[in-house]
DNA sequence: AACCTTTGCGCAAAGCTTTGCGGAATTATC
DNA sequence: GATAATTCCGCAAAGCTTTGCGCAAAGGTT
């Protein structure tokens, strides 16, 4: 670091004023005169001044940075929304400090509090898998921390969230199949706790439910969301006395880890089995046959969540927690028309 | 914020003792009785203190932030690198703070004085493909603000690098593809400034050379590696008079876009062509064929930059510059043997 | 010419931490 | 019992910024 940055003091010294004047001086104040104004703006200019964000944050007892926790930095769907909160932040003046939970509850608990003593203006995250116990948010609600909640979500009454329509996509997708001629339809479902998980299965059986088709518990499996635990959540289905003539998965890596297992065992998509995911559009457009999927305004997700956040932050008050629910839209490529 | 975190002055008067002797007690200093130090150490946990980092910085003039730039936030191999780089921030105390340059010049130097005056401890960056000129470099190494940058790099006498085996690599794919008897080896470059395209292009000659074909400058195309300057400069090179009867990409991208061209034509991988691409293991596999590529060790590559980075952050004279080049690994599939 | 209002600027505190130095109280020494 | 040496703790400054308040000089008023 060393002296890299020079400080008002260094200002009023050069200009034999006190450092409050600097300080006014450079933000207008009236009480400092025109021509004197002018020459402190001019040599901060010279100097390449810029106010100390650590003195400000001490002095304010705010900060210019938001935390962002994710249960994985990796995929798609992560960094795309990262990207978008990075946006957002960036158009506002805030800084995006990212820790990865590694979809576990403890390291997650343990992320919060590193990034709560760094004195974060609030955090932006999305549920580890592993999280069942939602305790640990409870005192960031009562003091009134800013906080966003995205994709993995819970207590949605206390809490601004940014979703998308979960039950919808899935009832589309389950009714899109029926019209392709699908009848033993299948889904991937991810880990049972999640919100995402539960609407999607709502989904996937109400649409059922609309086609006049029965729920087969058999065709509903779990999985960890993890590509080895996705292919043995495919095998168990094709495995089935009567196996699905189509499968839905959770989300991507379960689609192309369930691609995969389906063309291992010699059977031909869309025509022995169809499939459809959540997915990003480069992955389904690159594989074969191109997947059809529920594509995920990701990018949108990031920018809705971090508007939320600065709802909260800029309110005098608190302001009531949100509900962003974005739209995602079906997007049918081969996979699942024979 | 709020009055979240208790600070020194909170012990110090809940227990009647200075301030300076709650810093010192929780520091264990011998000067402090054994017994107040317990007393202080049990209040301060008790009440979960935890020393405010911005008034440690502004006191030590240091920081515990990294500042991070990428060309892009969304790839898969940027993502991996920053995964690889925040675990070792992690284990180190450190948070990384991530700015995203969209390939532009200008919005990187914009990141790089934006992230200056957060106050970060240093920057790990890779450069935008646009930027040129490197002079906004020379104030950050007179200044020996710690400095590291992995993939596209410039000034490597003066900055730690990491890189992979670019020019071995490339002669290694070339290679690969002689012996699998392609003899007209095109390559998509990328823009001509990067280092990375250089030593790409350099392999490829060489690995020319070593198997006595000749450089066939209609064979070398350049594109700036977004999917339509890939896509055209596949299409450029499928209308040769003599077609390439392989394409050696010079990124994911670019072999992905490649290939869904020269499928698009109705030529066969890899009989009618051969195809290899620097790529990540994931899309790789999923995708028909199967795609030979140039495994990165992106996460390594992170954690490397990392441990550079704290390196220089630790060393109280300024250690030399350190050129880290990781080695890659040629995976052969279905792409490239016929 | 005496008083009042502006105008223009500085003092000092607050926010939190670390650390050199000084000082009071206790113990040891002669 | 007086002096020297410990032991244990507090004062204050530094790091940087913002802002309420005070103060001097200048100008205006009668």
Known sequence: MSKRHVSLKTLAQTLNVSISTVSRALRNHPDISAE?????????????????????????????????????????????????????????????????????????????????????????????QETQDYAHFSNLIEEQVPLVFFDRICRPEEVSTVVVDNLEAA????????????????????PAQLNITQERIQGYQQGLAECDLAFDESLLVHCDLSIPSATEATRQLLALPVRPDAIFGVNDTTAFAAMKEIKRQGLRIPNDVGLVGFTDEFHATVVEPTLTSVMHPTYEMGREAGLLFLEQVNAQAAPAPRQAVLTTQLVIRESSVR
Do not use: W
Request: hydrophobic content about 40%.
């Open 36 to 128: 004197l104004t002018q020459k402190v703006q001019e040599l901060a200019q010279e100097l390449d001044y810029s106010p100390n964000p650590l003195a400000i944050g001490l002095l304010k007892h705010q900060s210019n940075t938001i935390g962002v926790i994710v249960p994985d930095l990796v995929t798609y769907f992560f960094s795309s929304i990262i990207s978008g909160i990075e946006s957002v932040a960036n158009e506002h003046g805030y800084y995006i400090v990212i820790r990865c939970s590694y979809e576990s509850a403890e390291k997650e608990k343990e992320c919060l509090d590193n990034l709560l003593k760094l004195r974060v203006a609030g955090i932006i995250m999305c549920l580890a």
């Open 171 to 190: 009832r589309r997708i389950t009714r899109h199949f029926f019209e392709s001629g699908y009848r033993r339809i299948a889904h991937i479902a991810g």
